[in-house]
């Protein structure tokens, strides 16, 4: 005879049955609660089935099988309810600025700064393009400025291994910890009061590198010690210096892994808020001259039309943080989709 | 007969001294590397440089104290002026222990529900959700929490002031539930979740396999394995993500400016509608700040860059002696 395979760990109908009686009587009795009792809102039904539902389980499984049981069943549904709870803060978010940011979209705001309008114009007036072109300077000097220090940051701690590699390594965790309004009263103390006397982009981007550079060399860290080091003794064994070795082996071996951690690190600074209010002065109109003048940017703009208050201004406020969230998710899926193969052929 | 003259190269020398490119490469590479060091020192010189005239003029008074005054004559003269952090020093720590405690809970939840609980699918979606809202921009968090969350946290302000309000924090005089330093602390706790999720789904996915397998093999039910295995392993890790959290939850500056009510005196009821923080005030005072003020400014910005330094270097141990750290 054959003995057909059976499958006695999987669930039964009378446990599916159980389950579902289990979920049913939670549902409802979330419905009388918050019909019985003062509380109210979406939220409410929201917490009382979820407590309902675990105070069934875990009587039902201590009914069934004991002590043990009831405890695990209790913790299972604990763990379930902490996911829910992270993840609806960031649906409830992406919804919102969905919902409020669209109406303010259109072509005009993409072709238009506000050069001649007020946040609290009509929405016809003005638009966000010189906050854009603002953003895009700013993140496009940082980059320049922050790139080859994290990098090299990041060789030192995989390559060189010299005396300071645990202090930098500790030096650089603590960098990544400073916070950023205090990144930009330094760029004001040190050069901003005693050197240039004026707000401008690249005052702004000097913060933003402060904030950029731990990102990249934690992140490059990783990547780079992801390199099998076979090819790097195949490097020194062909007679490379150590030099040619990281130059023509070891960074390009790493490239897509590098430029994950560069991503990161631009969407890293892509919103950042306080440094950008004490630094750059927030000009109205497009100025490429990062140098010189004032320059508007996203999170300013955003911060500007918020604190005008009137509803078109606050609509302006979402228009803008629609545009940078957009940009920054941008940001995050193209790290992702490189970061998914972080060491190239 | 001739004699083919036979020519032995000399041996080259063996040295272990690297040559002069990888010399410069190494020079180069170390001082990129030095560089952290030196703008972590350059930011404590230049505040303190800064700020400096003003400590010294209020002495330890700066964080005792919590008057924040300063008048001037016509020609902008000081007057007099009184400077002192103790309202935003009390308001910055209440803030974040807030956060810290409904963060920790939930982000533990959810790291071990990642780890140990949910399918392989689900945990890769779960992953991406919390590793993108790491990357919102605060000022993201702050508007939501202002337009969005307030109202629905002002009401468990009120159901926590009606029902525990006999517990000294929970209580208050003056029914004011707007901008609190409640309602800071939750939206401080949503931004520091995803931090705290990741470096403890770190720390727990590090629990000796053979351990847990042995546990299920003893017959454990899925949280008394995690009880006598996961959690005497995480624990410290856990502590140490917590405190990177609460030292984010001290720098933050937007999204606390936004969601708060700053106000000039100590105050330790949570749910009243006065707080303080010491980056929302410099962002408060800096728009209208002479030039003396500015330098107290940037003392109180010393203070804050030292205790979040603090805060992080306990952390980041913390989290390295118990394994590779999250992000």
């Not at chain 1, 009792?37 to 979820?50: D, E, I, N, R, S």
């Not at chain 1, 600025?97 to 007036?125: C, E, R, W, Y």
């Not at chain 2, 020519?7 to 952290?36: Q, Y």
């Not at chain 2, 009120?158 to 006999?166: C, M, N, P, S």
Request: proline content about 5%; charged content about 10%; hydrophobic content about 55%.
């Amino acid at each position: 005879m054959i003995p057909t395979p059976t499958k006695p760990w999987a669930a039964s109908t009378k446990d599916r049955a159980v389950d579902g009686s289990i979920f049913a009587l939670s549902l409802l009795s979330s419905y009388l609660l918050v019909f019985l009792t003062p509380l109210k809102g979406k939220l409410a039904y929201f917490v009382c089935f979820f407590l309902a539902y675990a105070i069934f389980t875990t009587a039902f499984k201590g009914v069934q099988r004991g002590n043990a049981a009831a405890k695990d069943a209790l913790v299972n549904s604990l763990v379930a309810i902490g996911a829910i709870v992270t993840v609806i803060p960031a649906a409830s978010i992406l919804l919102t600025v969905l919902q409020k940011g669209l109406p303010g979209i259109s072509f005009n705001l993409f072709k238009t700064d506000m050069s001649l309008a007020t946040p609290t114009d009509p929405l016809t007036n003005g638009g966000l393009l010189h906050a854009i072109t603002g953003t895009l300077t700013l993140m496009l000097l940082a980059l320049i400025m922050s790139v080859p220090i994290g990098i090299l940051t990041a060789l030192y701690l995989t390559e060189i291994k010299g005396r300071f590699t645990g202090p930098i390594r500790f030096l650089v965790q603590a960098m990544s910890g400073v916070p950023s309004i205090v990144a930009g009263l330094f760029i004001l103390s040190a050069i901003l009061y005693p050197i240039t006397k004026a707000y401008s982009g690249f005052m702004g981007a000097l913060s933003l590198t402060i904030l950029m550079i731990p990102t990249i060399a934690r992140t490059s860290e990783e990547v780079l010690n992801l390199i099998p080091n076979e090819l790097r003794e195949a490097g020194t064994a062909l007679g490379g210096t150590q030099w040619r070795t990281v130059a023509m082996i070891v960074l390009p071996a790493a490239r897509s892994g590098l430029v994950t951690a560069v991503i990161l690190g631009v969407a890293r600074i892509a919103g950042e808020t306080a440094p950008i209010l004490l630094l750059t002065g927030g000009g109205d109109k497009v100025n490429p001259n990062a140098f010189n003048g004032p320059m508007g940017s996203l999170p300013y703009y955003i911060w500007k039309s918020f604190n005008a208050g009137s509803p078109e201004a606050i609509t302006r406020a979402w228009a803008g943080l629609l545009v940078l969230v957009g940009l920054v998710l941008f940001l995050f899926t193209t790290a992702r989709f490189l970061g998914a193969r972080k060491v190239s052929k | 007969m001739s004699t083919t003259e036979l020519v032995i190269p000399a041996p080259r020398e063996i040295v272990t001294e690297p040559r002069r490119s990888d010399k410069v490469f190494r020079g180069v590479v170390t001082g990129g590397g030095l560089s952290s060091l030196a703008i972590l020192g350059l930011i404590a010189i230049f505040l303190g440089y800064r700020g400096f005239e003003v400590l010294r003029q209020e002495g330890i008074g700066f964080i005792t104290h919590s008057d924040w005054s300063i008048s001037t004559d016509d020609a902008g003269n000081v007057l007099d002026s009184h400077f002192g952090l103790a309202a935003m020093l009390v308001g910055t720590i209440l803030c974040s222990l807030i956060a810290v405690v409904i963060a920790v809970p939930i982000s533990v939840f959810s790291a071990l529900f990642l780890n140990f609980y949910a399918p392989g699918w689900l945990k890769k979606i779960l992953i991406t959700i919390i590793d993108m809202m790491a990357a919102f921009p605060s000022i993201l968090f702050g508007i939501w929490g202002f337009l969005v969350l307030m109202p629905s946290v002002e009401y468990w302000a009120k159901l926590l002031h009606r029902y525990l309000g006999f517990i000294p924090i929970f209580d208050m005089q003056v029914p004011v539930y707007t901008r609190s330093p409640f309602v800071a602390g939750v939206v401080l706790s949503i931004m520091i979740i995803p931090i705290i999720t990741s470096v403890s789904r770190e720390i727990f996915s590090q629990a000796p396999l053979d351990r847990i397998q042995a546990a299920y093999a003893l017959g454990a039910t899925r949280w008394a394995m995690i009880k006598a295995v996961v959690i005497p392993h995480g624990r410290s890790g856990v502590i140490g993500g917590a405190m990177l959290g609460l030292g984010r939850a001290m720098g933050e500056t937007v999204a606390v400016f936004t969601v708060l009510n700053i106000v000039f005196q100590v105050n330790w009821q949570m749910l009243l509608g006065a707080g303080g923080n010491v980056a929302s005030l410099i962002i408060l005072k800096f728009g209208d700040a002479s030039p003396y003020e500015i330098k107290a400014l940037m003392a109180a910005g010393l203070i804050l860059f030292l205790l979040t330094l603090v805060v992080n270097a306990i952390a980041n141990l913390i989290v390295k002696t118990t394994g590779k750290s999250g992000r």
